[in-house]
């Protein structure tokens, strides 16, 4: 591999799986790690963080795990000092955090819309926030949130509270790139399309369909004709994460097969 992170330190939030597979923060994480990373796998199911680390682990990689609801302050501030209490600096931080919010616009319920915002948007916000101050100190680092294409076009799915609160993510990562930009921290977004991971799967079943028909009938709408998988978004991340996209900022790239495309 080209260790194209070498030596450097990247935060991962969401870095668990919510059940057997690769979900997008997992694999990121040990996508980061065999590229040179000193990881810190942050989720906040302590069982899923410790698998995260163990695979590292066992890799020949460095991870060191930590728990936290990055909707809760003193979470995040801890997990930032704890990584910067043991590596000094953070280099890449990346938000896999994301829940879906079931309802259209009049049968959500304030309760799932306030969750959704919680996790999805003041998380964020929260995690950027307390990691930018080191990031300008250091001379610069790169934000990697993910989003998703619902949050600029309607897939068919009643998930209002979802679609819009990954959209104020859309908003803030701009917003950091254009304001950070001149103290070298780079802010962009992956959104990701149909994806195959354990917490895409689980969110369909939530909504009561069924999971295999329903990817049945999106492969043949995605022009290449196949689902994403964790390892699609990790691979992406992977490039906004390291010096060869050093010129990339503000940027809302699609890992979706094409399917933004035909959602117009």
Same mark, same amino acid.
């Given at each position: 591999?080209?260790?194209?992170?070498?030596? !450097?330190?990247?935060?991962?939030?969401?870095? =668990?799986?919510?059940?057997?597979?690769?979900?997008?923060?997992?694999?990121?994480?040990?996508?980061? &790690? +065999?590229? =040179?990373?000193?990881?810190?796998?942050?989720? +906040?199911?302590?069982?899923?963080?410790?698998?995260?680390?163990?695979?590292? /682990?066992?890799?020949?990689?460095?991870?060191?795990?930590?728990?936290?609801?990055?909707?809760?302050? &003193?979470?995040?501030?801890?997990?930032?000092?704890?990584?910067?209490?043991?590596?000094?600096?953070?280099?890449?931080?990346?938000?896999?955090?994301?829940?879906?919010?079931? %309802?259209?616009?009049? !049968?959500?319920?304030?309760?799932?819309?306030?969750?959704?915002?919680?996790?999805?948007?003041?998380?964020?916000?929260?995690?950027?926030?307390?990691?930018?101050?080191?990031?300008?100190?250091?001379?610069?680092?790169?934000?990697?949130?993910?989003?998703?294409?619902?949050?600029?076009?309607?897939?068919?799915?009643?998930?209002?509270?979802?679609?819009?609160?990954?959209?104020?993510?859309? &908003?803030?990562? /701009?917003?950091? &790139?254009?304001?950070?930009?001149?103290?070298?921290? +780079?802010?962009?977004?992956?959104?990701? %399309? *149909? *994806?195959?991971?354990?917490?895409? +799967?689980?969110?369909?079943?939530?909504?009561?369909?069924?999971?295999? !028909?329903?990817?049945?009938?999106?492969?043949?709408?995605?022009?290449?004709?196949?689902?994403?998988?964790?390892? #699609?978004?990790?691979?992406?991340?992977?490039?906004?994460?390291?010096? #060869?996209?050093?010129?990339?900022?503000?940027?809302?790239?699609?890992?979706?097969? %094409?399917?933004?495309?035909?959602?117009?």
């Amino acid at each position: 591999m080209a260790r194209r992170l070498e030596g !450097k330190i990247a935060l991962v939030m969401g870095a =668990g799986s919510i059940g057997p597979g690769w979900g997008n923060g997992k694999a990121a994480s040990v996508l980061f &790690a +065999r590229e =040179g990373a000193k990881v810190v796998a942050v989720d +906040r199911d302590a069982t899923a963080a410790a698998e995260t680390t163990r695979v590292i /682990r066992e890799e020949g990689g460095e991870c060191i795990e930590a728990v936290a609801d990055i909707s809760r302050v &003193a979470d995040v501030e801890a997990v930032i000092e704890k990584t910067i209490d043991t590596y000094g600096r953070i280099d890449v931080l990346q938000n896999n955090v994301g829940i879906v919010g079931l %309802g259209n616009a009049v !049968k959500v319920t304030e309760e799932a819309w306030e969750k959704s915002f919680a996790v999805n948007a003041r998380g964020l916000m929260l995690s950027c926030q307390k990691v930018l101050p080191h990031m300008v100190a250091q001379g610069g680092g790169s934000i990697i949130n993910v989003s998703t294409i619902a949050s600029v076009r309607y897939l068919g799915f009643s998930y209002t509270a979802y679609d819009a609160s990954k959209a104020a993510v859309n &908003a803030l990562t /701009r917003s950091i &790139a254009v304001e950070f930009g001149p103290k070298g921290v +780079r802010a962009n977004t992956i959104l990701v %399309g *149909m *994806m195959d991971t354990p917490l895409a +799967r689980g969110g369909i079943e939530a909504a009561g369909s069924n999971v295999d !028909k329903i990817y049945s009938g999106y492969t043949d709408t995605i022009p290449l004709r196949r689902m994403g998988t964790g390892w #699609d978004t990790a691979n992406l991340a992977l490039f906004l994460a390291s010096d #060869d996209a050093s010129y990339i900022t503000a940027a809302e790239i699609p890992t979706d097969g %094409g399917l933004i495309a035909r959602c117009l």
